[in-house]
C-alpha cells in the first residue's frame, strides 16, 4: 500500500518539520478543547483532530517522529490541563502513534489510510482507558464498548483526512517544494 515513505535527508529540515508537526498537533489540540462537547460523542470524547498531525509524522518521518510528537501533544496537555489530562494524552497518544506508524509503513498493508485510522482510534482508547483504569478503577472498561464505536467513527474521520492531505500532496504543484526537500524511498 505504502510505497510513498518519505525520507528526511537533512537534519535542518528533518528538525523544521518535527517542530512544524509538534506545534500544529499543540494547535489541533487546543482547538479541539475549546469546542464545545459534541452532542454525538459519548462524554469525554473528542475527534482526535490532533491524531491527523501524528499520523502524518508517522507517515512520512517514521516512528521516532510520531512518538516525538504524541510526547510534546501530551506535555503540553499535562501544561494546560494537568497530570491526569497529560498521563490520559500520552497513553492513549503513544499507543496509537506505534500502531498506526507500524502499519503506515508496511509495503503491501491489509489496511487503508483510512482502516489504518480505524485502527489508530480504537488504540488510543484503549491507551485512554487502561490509564483511567490505573488511576480509577476497573469498572471504567464498561465504557470500552462506546468508546470502540465512537474511536472507530473518528479514526476513520482522521484516517479520511491523511488520506485526502497525502494525496493533495502527491498530486499538487507543492510536490515539487516538497519532494525536493524530502525524498521517496
Known sequence: MNTNHIN??????????????CALAITFGFLENLMPPL??????????????????SGWTMGLPYAIITALVKGLFSGITRG?????MSLSGGLLS????TIFLRIKNTPFGMIGIG????ITHNIGQLTAACII??????????VLLIFGGICGALTGTTLYFISKAIMNSKFKLYFFSLIFLK
Open 8 to 21: 528526511i535527508k537533512s537534519g535542518v529540515i528533518r528538525t523544521a518539520f518535527i517542530g512544524l508537526t
Open 118 to 121: 480505524i485502527l489508530g482510534g
Open 97 to 100: 502513534a506505534v500502531i498506526t
Open 83 to 87: 497530570f491526569t489530562a497529560a498521563f
Open 136 to 145: 480509577t478503577t476497573g469498572a471504567v472498561w464498561g465504557y470500552l464498548p
Open 39 to 56: 452532542p454525538f460523542l459519548p462524554p469525554g470524547a473528542k475527534l482526535g483532530l490532533s491524531n491527523i498531525v501524528v499520523m502524518f
